[in-house]
Nanobody
Framework: VQLQASGGGIVQPGGSLRLSCAASGRTFSSYDMGWFRQAPGKEREFVAAISRSGRGTYYTDSVKGRFAISRDNAKITVYLQMNTLKPEDTAVYYC?????????????????WGQGTQVTVSS
């Protein structure tokens, strides 16, 4: 599967952005989907994930209550709605797809990655 992330940009603290990740292929509903981010000088970290059916969602503590992950299997797209953004959310955001095995929390579990989209939160 090929993944194309979009929707990044520059936003003031407290603002919102919605990231999209469009997938190719007809097996999108077979993948758990995740969002990761990488700030300069830091390792890539887990942000959120959603199960194949969409019924299971997972968030790192720092974004709970502010971010929401969703998916539309008919449109083969996964979204990350980001609200109340903070400067520490500044990073390149990557979407990723995971097949059967491994934890949704671990980047090593993901088999396919998009190219990343920059999110900058600054006044």
């Amino acid at each position: 599967v090929q993944l194309q992330a979009s929707g990044g940009g520059i936003v003031q603290p407290g603002g919102s952005l919605r990231l999209s990740c469009a997938a190719s292929g007809r097996t999108f509903s077979s993948y758990d989907m995740g969002w990761f981010r990488q700030a300069p000088g830091k390792e890539r970290e887990f942000v959120a994930a959603i199960s194949r059916s969409g019924r299971g969602t997972y968030y790192t503590d720092s974004v709970k209550g502010r971010f929401a992950i969703s998916r539309d299997n008919a449109k083969i797209t996964v979204y990350l709605q980001m609200n109340t953004l903070k400067p520490e959310d500044t990073a390149v955001y990557y979407c990723a797809a995971k097949e059967v095995y491994g934890s949704v929390w671990s980047r090593e579990s993901y088999d396919y990655w998009g190219q990343g989209t920059q999110v900058t939160v600054s006044s």
